[in-house]
């Protein structure tokens, strides 16, 4: 897609016609044009996608690892090892980690080839940091995911509180420039990076 409107003035134009809010919600801001290559990867995978897929990874895997495996019958056997029950944790929450690193080399790669085959005009530096705050992103909320799910053992809750914080966090930092009694919470936001704030 990006090769058809690359340098496209007049996909601009109509993009700066559209209101701020949806603008603000799609990632679209004044800095970076979407014609150029890193603002169509900015606008189309950072500002959501990513962010979005990375998220329903880490909040499935950490609240599958304690309170999924506690409604299955398995935890017993994991706690039943001659291990505490902090190493069992720790070595979770290290696998966890473990996937989303993996993940973030997968995105990292996979858009180099891309800017090689495409000449996206990419900075591997940008890339790299950009791909490492969407991981951080996940990876607080997988282990929030662990975390009440070991406090609830339901799995139910241990999906829908991390869900839950990341979708409010998306509307503070997608809605706080517009909304201005929103914006002194953008900081508790996971969302929030200064950049879409401007």
Known sequence: MFPSIHGSKQFDDLLKQYPDVLKSFLGVGDTLSITSGPGFVETELFSLMLPLLALVLA??????????????????????APVSRRAVIGWKAAGLLIEILAVAVTIVVTLLIGDVLVD??????????????????????????????????????????PAAIAAVGYLIAGLHSLAGWLDPFRYLSGCYTPDRGR
């Open 59 to 80: 909040i499935g895997v950490g609240a599958a690892t304690i309170a999924g495996e506690e409604e299955q019958g398995l935890l017993e056997l994991v706690v039943s």
């Open 120 to 161: 996206l005009g990419l900075d591997a530096g940008r890339l790299i940091g950009a791909t490492a705050g969407i991981c951080l992103l996940a990876l607080l909320h997988g282990w929030l995911a662990m975390l009440v799910g070991a406090a609830t053992r339901h799995r139910s809750f241990a999906i829908g509180v």
